[in-house]
């Protein structure tokens, strides 16, 4: 069977796209491959091979599981069932950090970039691997934070693929806590970026998702209670708590929400820190994505 007839036989039956890059995986070839050489025959275990990887994905498994990887912000994330795909509006959580850490007026004597609900790690990895000025400076401390001991494992893996497994502390927790113990003060001195990618569907959101993400990404990455919110909640509960019992020169945070989301978390965030006023920033479809807050 050639790959032109393989397309041919399964195009009515899968996006074209993925049928390409299942074709070039099977192959171990690339998408440019496939377009270039229809007439290729493909063996025996190669079409074994196509067969078990497009069975998946009709029954709805997301193309980045079959794969075991997915590429976010220019680099390469090895993904399974206990992490959540990266998407591509997280990235503006990327660009926002590395935004807000150019400002900062160098060197700073302690400076620490915590990812709460790290996953994957591609955000903390992208960061520590993308921002040039911090590399080499032993005051910046990275810390990538998951209640799940099976994502850490894999963020580890990512971590050390991408070269910066020396840089990032991976530790296990519910949100801030862990940070908290392993944090070096240098009372004044310190500043913290805080960056949160937690669950924040609400009950309707997530139950009208689509059938790759309800019965295949892990719902604990996705679902949260309290119209989405109690993650969030929590978090900044907990860096009250944290902030009542010292003092830093400054804190700031970044979190990825749902665009419905804006109002009630600008609520709930003036409710706990009274003086804060928060700031959100649109996506590239021009939707409400990342709040940020600055506490000084």
């Given at each position: 069977?050639?790959?032109?007839?393989?397309?041919?036989?399964?195009?009515?039956?899968?996006?074209?796209?993925?049928?390409?890059?299942?074709?070039?995986?099977?192959?171990?070839?690339?998408?440019?491959?496939?377009?270039?050489?229809?007439?290729?025959?493909?063996?025996?275990?190669?079409?074994?091979?196509?067969?078990?990887?497009?069975?998946?994905?009709?029954?709805?498994?997301?193309?980045?599981?079959?794969?075991?990887?997915?590429?976010?912000?220019?680099?390469?994330?090895?993904?399974?069932?206990?992490?959540?795909?990266?998407?591509?509006?997280?990235?503006?959580?990327?660009?926002?950090?590395?935004?807000?850490?150019?400002?900062?007026?160098?060197?700073?004597?302690?400076?620490?970039?915590?990812?709460?609900?790290?996953?994957?790690?591609?955000?903390?990895?992208?960061?520590?691997?993308?921002?040039s000025r911090l590399r080499g400076?032993?005051?910046?401390?990275?810390?990538?934070?998951?209640?799940?001991?099976?994502?850490?494992?894999?963020?580890?893996?990512?971590?050390?693929?991408?070269?910066?497994?020396?840089?990032?502390?991976?530790?296990?927790?519910?949100?801030?806590?862990?940070?908290?113990?392993?944090?070096?003060?240098?009372?004044?001195?310190?500043?913290?970026?805080?960056?949160?990618?937690?669950?924040?569907?609400?009950?309707?959101?997530?139950?009208?998702?689509?059938?790759?993400?309800?019965?295949?990404?892990?719902?604990?990455?996705?679902?949260?209670?309290?119209?989405?919110?109690?993650?969030?909640?929590?978090?900044?509960?907990?860096?009250?708590?944290?902030?009542?019992?010292?003092?830093?020169?400054?804190?700031?945070?970044?979190?990825?929400?749902?665009?419905?989301?804006?109002?009630?978390?600008?609520?709930?965030?003036?409710?706990?820190?009274?003086?804060t006023k928060p700031e959100f920033?649109?996506?590239?479809?021009?939707?409400?994505?990342?709040?940020?807050?600055?506490?000084?």
């Open positions: 069977m050639t790959i032109s007839e393989i397309i041919q036989k399964y195009t009515n039956k899968l996006d074209y796209l993925d049928l390409e890059i299942l074709i070039a995986n099977s192959l171990g070839k690339t998408r440019e491959f496939v377009l270039t050489y229809p007439e290729y025959k493909l063996t025996k275990f190669q079409i074994s091979n196509f067969k078990f990887q497009i069975n998946r994905r009709l029954k709805g498994e997301p193309i980045a599981y079959i794969l075991g990887h997915k590429e976010f912000y220019g680099l390469d994330f090895i993904v399974n069932k206990h992490t959540l795909v990266p998407r591509p509006e997280t990235e503006l959580l990327v660009e926002l950090v590395l935004n807000e850490i150019s400002n900062f007026q160098f060197p700073i004597s302690n400076l620490g970039i915590v990812d709460i609900g790290t996953g994957s790690g591609n955000i903390i990895i992208s960061i520590a691997n993308l921002d400076n032993d005051k910046v401390e990275y810390f990538g934070i998951d209640i799940s001991k099976e994502a850490l494992t894999i963020a580890k893996k990512n971590a050390a693929a991408n070269g910066v497994d020396k840089k990032i502390k991976f530790l296990h927790g519910s949100l801030l806590e862990p940070f908290i113990g392993n944090w070096k003060l240098e009372i004044g001195n310190s500043t913290i970026v805080i960056v949160a990618n937690l669950p924040y569907l609400s009950k309707e959101i997530y139950s009208s998702a689509p059938i790759d993400v309800k019965k295949f990404e892990p719902k604990s990455a996705l679902y949260s209670p309290e119209a989405g919110l109690q993650h969030y909640r929590k978090l900044l509960e907990q860096l009250q708590d944290f902030l009542a019992n010292c003092q830093l020169s400054h804190v700031t945070c970044f979190l990825e929400i749902s665009p419905e989301q804006k109002q009630p978390l600008a609520k709930l965030i003036k409710s706990i820190f009274p003086k920033k649109k996506d590239l479809a021009g939707k409400w994505r990342v709040c940020k807050i600055e506490i000084k």
